[in-house]
């Protein structure tokens, strides 16, 4: 990639984020990785890493899959517009129809947009136009965006410090403990509450499930007080789990469901707002109404086609049901480790997203046993981080297309590197 002779470390540091630059320094972690396949990265070194992140899960199907490579460089070749303001995006009518199909239930119409904060601002407007409310409520250690509208429902104070510290919290956000749902009935019954988030599992709660009888009587909570229900999916939606939403484990029927990382195949910025027919209509009414409500990238060509080649691929080549299978191998060979008493503590998670406690450092001035674990992993040729809302779990997100030999190496590099900390203990 040409870049007229600019250092891309020293361009950043420049005019990017200098404090990242810093930091992934002082770690001595890679800076670049120039190379990428599968479950596999490359930094400017030649040193291959097995890569348990995979774009905090957004490279569905491992790095630069070929079957989403050459859907898109068709589509770039092709010589038709990118984005179409007055006429009608060609794939976005088809991508809507099969995610309406997979995701079954009421939710019958789609909108779409480039990334899952903009998909769960876009959740938030549309609830307050279908209930004329404006209160929102989420739970505990939870995570559903950056942005102003859903940043006060994070579950981390660490998140709002820029915004007048972290005690600023917008009137109308509730946040309610994790699994809690007589504190949740207690909110519903004394607030007009618009709609309640909920991730099916917890990503940076360090894959944290909910129990399916719980998430049922969320959804049964929420239809007695006339609230909607909102499944934040941006992480576990398109197969992560091995459904293709995880909410359909639970057996509930949300109202609405932001999902994105999985759609974007690792290449391309993309998301989707499913909803039922009810709620669409709560904001394009009639035809007067029909650009109400829209965006420039709305529907744009190359997030339209990824989608639909990653669709293709995981119905093609049964990657859910590898998600199950390599997903329930990988948990089970980490039992073995937990088993060993090594300072492994435990596993939770579903399908592959899945997280690991590691016992903490007593030494003085000593990092954290999940932190110093990332770079012993590191060392070891193996790339993952620490869950930011729980921070004694390490996080896995791999792709979907995760192998057997591939958990076999991960287990190793755990094992070894639990054995180094335990030596710190």
């Known amino acids: 990639m040409e870049n007229q002779g600019i250092d891309p470390v020293e361009a950043y540091r420049q005019a990017v984020n200098p404090f990242r630059t810093e930091v992934i320094e002082a770690r001595g972690w890679p800076a670049l990785f120039p190379g990428a396949s599968g479950a596999y990265v490359t930094d400017s070194d030649g040193r291959r890493y097995l890569d348990m992140i995979a774009q905090n899960g957004g490279a569905t199907l491992g790095h630069r899959h070929p079957r989403v490579v050459e859907a898109l460089t068709k589509v770039i070749t092709s010589g038709g517009p990118f984005i179409v303001p007055l006429g009608l995006p060609t794939a976005s009518g088809p991508l809507a129809v099969r995610l309406c199909d997979i995701a079954g239930g009421r939710l019958e119409r789609v909108y779409f947009c480039t990334g899952g904060s903009e998909a769960v601002e876009n959740a938030m407007k ?37 915004l007048a510290g972290s005690s600023w919290a917008p009137q109308g956000h509730h946040a309610v403990p994790f699994g809690d749902t007589a504190a949740l009935e207690a909110v519903l019954k004394a607030q007009d509450v618009a709609a309640v988030f909920v991730e099916p599992v917890q990503g940076l709660g360090g894959a944290r499930p909910w129990e399916p009888q719980a998430l049922r009587e969320v959804a049964r ?33 949300p109202d609405l469901v932001t999902t994105s990382k999985g759609l974007s195949g690792g290449m391309v910025p993309v998301a989707a ?79 592959l997203l899945l997280a690991v406690d590691i016992e903490g450092i007593s030494a003085p001035n000593a990092p954290d046993g999940a932190d110093a674990c990332v770079d012993l992993l590191l060392e070891r040729g193996v790339i993952l981080e620490s869950a930011a809302h729980a921070q004694t779990w390490l996080r896995l997100t791999p792709p979907l297309t995760f192998s057997e030999e591939s958990v076999e190496v991960f287990v190793q590099a755990l094992r070894d590197s639990a054995t180094k900390l335990a030596a710190l203990r």
Request: some cysteine; hydrophobic content about 45%.
């Open 221 to 253: 909570l929420c239809a007695e007080h006339g609230a909607l229900l909102i499944a934040d999916e941006i992480l576990t939606g398109i197969g992560r789990t091995g459904a293709w939403f995880a909410f359909q484990e639970a057996g509930i029927e």
């Open 126 to 162: 549309f609830a307050m136009a279908a209930t004329g409310r404006r209160d929102f409520v989420a739970f505990g250690q939870g995570f559903h965006g950056f942005t102003p509208g859903p940043l006060p429902l994070a579950g981390h104070d660490y998140w709002r410090l820029p």
């Open 273 to 351: 707002l499913l909803m039922t027919e009810r709620v669409h209509r709560s904001v394009y009414a009639s035809p007067s109404r029909a650009y109400i409500h829209n965006s420039t990238f709305e529907g744009h060509l190359l997030g339209m086609v990824a989608g639909l080649t990653v669709l293709d691929v995981i119905e093609q080549e049964g990657v859910l049901e590898n998600v199950r299978r390599v997903g329930a191998l990988l948990r089970s060979r980490i039992e073995d480790v937990v088993a060993e008493g090594i300072g492994v503590r435990g596993v939770r998670g579903r399908g």
